[in-house]
Structure formats: C-alpha cells, structure tokens
C-alpha cells in the first residue's frame, strides 16, 4: 500500500466530512445543545424543589393514646405546637379527632396522624387524608419518620440512661469509607449519590464511545454509497487499490469521528473536573477510562469500520447500505443492552467474556474501567486491545477483497459462493 | 509487446459470458478503436485491462508486464459512467485525482488548472461540480483524465453529450496525443470518430473478438469491389459494365479480376470524360451493422 494514496484519500474524505455543516452541529452543536437542555431541566427542577420544601406544611396530631411528650410543643394561639422542621413542618396538637378532621377538611392541615388508644399493643397510627390532598405528597414527605423519632423519644423518656437512649433514639450513624489507592478513605457520600456518580460516568462515557463509534461508521456507509451512486468507483479504482481506498476512508473519517469524540469526551473531562472540585474525594474520576477512551475508540473504530466499508459496498444504494451494516451495529450496542448486569457486576463472567469479543470489547472495557477500575487487570486492557487489533488486520484484508468485489457491483448481489471465493 | 495486450482472456460473471478467449493488442502511440455494440464486453475488457476486474482465464499485460499499482500510474481512463463528487469545487476534485494518480499536491493542483484552461473551464475552477453543466462536467473529467499526460489513455464514448465545438476539442486532444507518441484507447460508438482517429480497431461481438486490424485494411476488407464514376455519358452504351446510375454517377462493380487504377485506365483509354472517380471503400458503420446485425 502506498501511504501517499492513502493519505490523499484521506485527506479528502476528511475535509469531505468536517466542512458539512452536520458535521460541525453534530460536534460543536450537541455537547452545547444537552448542555443547555439538561441545564435548563435541572435549573428548572431544582427551582420547583427548592420552592416546594420552602413551604410550611401543617399536619395534626391526636394523642388519644396520650404517649406523646409534651415537652417538645410551644403554645401559639391556643395550641400546642411542634417544629419538626426548622421553617419547614410543623405540627399541631388537637384533643379531639373532631377538632383536627375540621382542621383537615378546611385545609389549614394537609394530614391528621392519630395516636389510637390501643397504641401501645398495636403500633399503628391512623394517617388521615383530606381529597385534596396530592397523591404524592404523604408518600414522599418527611414528616412520617420525624413523628416516629418523636413517638420514640417521648416512649423512652425517663426510662433509660443518657448514652442508651441517645443510642436508641439514633442507634447508628454510617460512616463510610473505601479502599483507595492510598488506602482506607473516608467518605461521606450519600447511598443514591454514590450510585449515581458510579453509574454516570460509565453510561455517559459509554454512550459517547458507542455513537461517537456509530456516527464515524455512519460517515463511512456514507461515503461508499456516494462514490458508488456518483458512479466515481471506477476512476477511484484505475488509480489506487481498494485496499489503498478503504484505508484511506478508514484514517480520513476516523479522524473526523475521533476529533467528534474528543470534543464530546471533553465535556465528560470537564463534568468530571467541576464534579472532582465540587465533592472533593467523593467522586472517583475514572481516570483510566478516559485515557484508555481514545485507543479503545479507535481501535473500535478501524474494526467496525472496515467491516461496514466492506458490507456498505455490497449495497446499491444508501438505504440498502444501511441495511446491511445495521447487523454490526447491533453487535456493537449489546454491551448496552445488558449495561444493568455490567454496572452491577463490571467483572463478572459476562463482563470478562465481553471484554474478550472484538465487537463488544471497546464500550465493555470502558464501562468496567469506569465502575471498577481494581476489577480489571491490566493485561485484560491490553489483551482485549490485542485483540481487537489483530481482528481489526483481519477484518480490513478480508473487507479490502469485499470492497472490490461490492465497489463494482451495480446490479443484484453476488451470491455467498462468490462473496466467500473473492474474500479467500 | 504493445503498451496493452489480452492473451486468450475470458470472463465470465455467473451463466453470462462476458468475455470468451479475447486477444489483442494495443500498440504504443496509436489511437486504437475499441468497438462493439452494447454490452459486447468492451467495459468489461477495459477493466480487466486495467486491473479493476481480473479475468478468470488467459494473460493481460500492461507496459510489458502483469498491471500493477506502477504501471496503472501510467494510465487514464475515462469510463463511460462517469463519476464526479458533485458537491466538491473543481478545483479540489482535479487536485485530488491528480494525487490519486501520483502527483504531489502542488503539481496536480497546477496541471489542474492548466488543464482546465486547456479545455475551456479556467472560470469555473472556484465552482462546485453540481453547478456545472452535464458538457462542463464531462469536461472536467476529461480534463482529470489527461492531467498526468499518461502514456496509456482509455477513453470510453468521450463524445457523449458534446456540442461540435467540444468535439472538436476533444478530437484535437486525441491527435495532439498521437503527435506526441502517447497511446489512446478510444471506445465509442461514432463510427466517423473512429475513422477520423483511430489506427487500428477491434471489434466484440457477445465476448468474442469479430474483427482486429488496421483500420483501413479491415475497411479494405469489407469494401465493395466498385467504383463510383461522375460522367456525363453513358457507360452501358459504351458496353463498359456500369451498374448502376444515380445522379449523373455511375456506380460500377468492377470484374473480379480489375482493380480501380486498371478500371480507370480503362476508361480513359476509351475515351470517357471522367470528372471524378472513387473507389468504394466501406464505412465503419457499415462493416459495425454488417457484422454485428448478422451478416457477418
């Protein structure tokens, strides 16, 4: 092969590619467009959260069990109140179920919790709701546990020492850490924060490897369907090899999806960064992920690529080239498809077997370096590297033959015999 | 050995045979007519001989050995469905098939532009190719095609869709060519282009090679043996054996043991006034409806 060709080739594919205006919204556009778009959601959001739990809500009590210590409440206007949130809940104490369910039906209360005589032999509490009460507002609300703290309190007032009943009303307080590079670390991150800064970053860098991967293809179907439908194949051919060409598509568009990546992966780079500076130790950056990103990407990427280069050209057409490559397509997504199995166990036999499958191992790799970078050894990175090169060798001679025989083809399809006769 | 030679090559593409045992040869700066009807196996031949397709049997060399990137290097070729990246400026796509062709980028971006202006596009260069008209377009191509002055150019039906002038142009192009020692495979279907242009012809029929030769020797071959003879008397009368009249001229089929020079002489000796005379000689489109309408 003539690098000259090559680089001829895909110099003009990739100037091709990069002057269209799709290309420029796709890259520069899109990370600006869900920057604003999640901005927006989340500022919007968190707006109407913040004005919600501004809000003071009332509820009722009715002590008919009479187990509820008094001391907490202050008397205001006539009842017996209690804050249980600072500027936020609070509670008044009626005699009667009667006084409250008033209270309730008029709305100056949103629930009535009631203390039944035989509370003490059965625990239960009746939460009375009026109708215009919102479905979901005694599901998620605070107030339920914080009348529990209060139900315990006033239970064991006065019967046990300091340190026991400080021990029962609050009898564990998790402190966690995690086994770090430099040893034991403490962190104080919430359960649901944690899972959602593992799970994030894999996905999202996932998700950007996967249609960074597809779109790159995509330009690649597409360039094979022009010169076939321009019907350019032929000049193309009387001057360079088909291996020369494919090569040269391959490095042209490659490099304009790998400029499309980096931006991309850039806005994970700086989500990561904001969020490392933001919760100082306890987010984990996947450092390793993000380096390893662009090998695993490329490599992917001259694997895909040149089987779909290779099936493209057996298409007549653009929508008939689609067709063909959705096959690889798919393969590529699978690790996708079973993210839940990956993000709960990233080194588990699936995660190893996939990492070792050419097709799957890039977006595998990557997820498994970003949930759990311990669990995978290094000689599996670069084995499951190792692998996709010498795949990508093969794929691209075998795929050169292919894209001869397709190139030239403007009627039916060749039979399999024929394919598999070319391809030998 | 010429600048491209087929050996007994053979192509088929499932049951039909697109090529049956061809032979020929093209020598070096000739202009060498490939003809043959639709889908006679002309594209077929052209492409096997220039790599693109490779035959099942039989030997193609190109400069004297097997077609390999190098030698391709040397060579042109104007197919007949022609390509272009329509959204591209002429500019860039004759830079880039000049590349394609070896050329470094600055010397295939001045012989684009020279060529350009050779055939008439210099005010186009700036212009995107879907602008262009379907003449321009071809033009560009054919300027693309000739930008590496190969030393073998394959030209299939470069007259299609030209204006007189264009055609002129093109002609010209061609013999500039032969002056200059450059070999031309010219694929067409205008016969008067190829008795205009070409040395030597084949013709394919089905796959299999019908007539080769030098153009005026196989024109030769399938001429008549007649004469037209302009007079104002009457041939028969004179018991000269005139055929036929048309229009003050005599067309006359001459014994087969006379030959035109001998006829005129002839003539002469017994007195007839000849204002002009010609032997019939065969026009290519005669000998391509002959052959391949099934008389041959």
Known sequence: MRIQRIAAVA???????????????????????????????LGVQTYFLSQRASESSQFGLVDEAEVIDRSS?????????????????????YASRDAARQDLASGAVRAVYVIEDDYLTTGEVMAIESEKTPLLTMRGTSIEPLLRDLLRKSLIEGRLDGEVHQRVLSPAYFVRSRLGPKGEELVDLDEALDLLVRTTIPLFLG??????????????????STDKESKIVEVLLSSVTPEEILA????????????????????????????????????????????AAPVLFVLGYLFLGSLMLATAALGANAAESQKLTLGWAVLAILPLMVLVVLLEDPNGILGQAMTWIP???????IIRLSVDASGIASWEVLGAMLVLLTSTWLSIRVGARLFRVGFLLTGTMPSFAELWRQAR | MGVLAYQGVSKRFGQHTALDGVSLE???????????????????LIRIGLDILRADAGDVSLFGAKPTPPTLDRTAYLPEERGVYRRARVRELLAYLGQLKGMSRAAARDAGERWLERVGLGHVAEQRVESLSKGMTQKVQIAACLMSDPELCVLDEPFSGLDPVNVALVTELIEERRKGGQTTVLSTHMMHQVEALCDRVALIHRGELLVYGRLDEIRQRYSPHEVMVWTAMDLVAMGLCATQRKAGCWRVELPSSATPAGYLNELVRNGVPVDRYEPLIARMDEIFVHLVGGGG
């Open chain 1, 73 to 93: 409440f202050v008397e205001k206007d006539g009842e017996l109140r209690w804050r249980a949130r600072e500027n936020a809940d609070e509670v008044r104490l």
């Open chain 1, 248 to 291: 040269g598509k391959l490095l042209g568009l490659g490099a304009a999806g790998l400029i499309q990546f980096a931006v991309w992966s850039s806005m994970v780079v700086v989500v990561a960064l904001t969020a490392s500076a933001a919760l100082a130790a306890f987010v984990s950056i996947p450092w390793g992920a993000l380096a």
């Open chain 1, 207 to 224: 998700i950007l490897l996967l249609t960074a991967l597809l779109s790159a293809s995509g330009y690649l179907v597409q360039t094979v």
């Open chain 2, 26 to 44: 093209v020598q070096e700066g000739e202009v060498f007519g490939l003809l043959g009807p639709n889908g006679a196996g002309k594209t077929t």
């Open chain 1, 11 to 41: 110099r003009f594919e990739f100037l091709s590619v990069v002057k269209r205006w799709s290309y420029l919204l796709a890259t520069f556009g899109l990370p600006l467009f869900l920057a604003a778009v999640s901005g927006t959601v």
């Open chain 1, 359 to 365: 097709f799957t191992s890039p977006l595998t790799v």
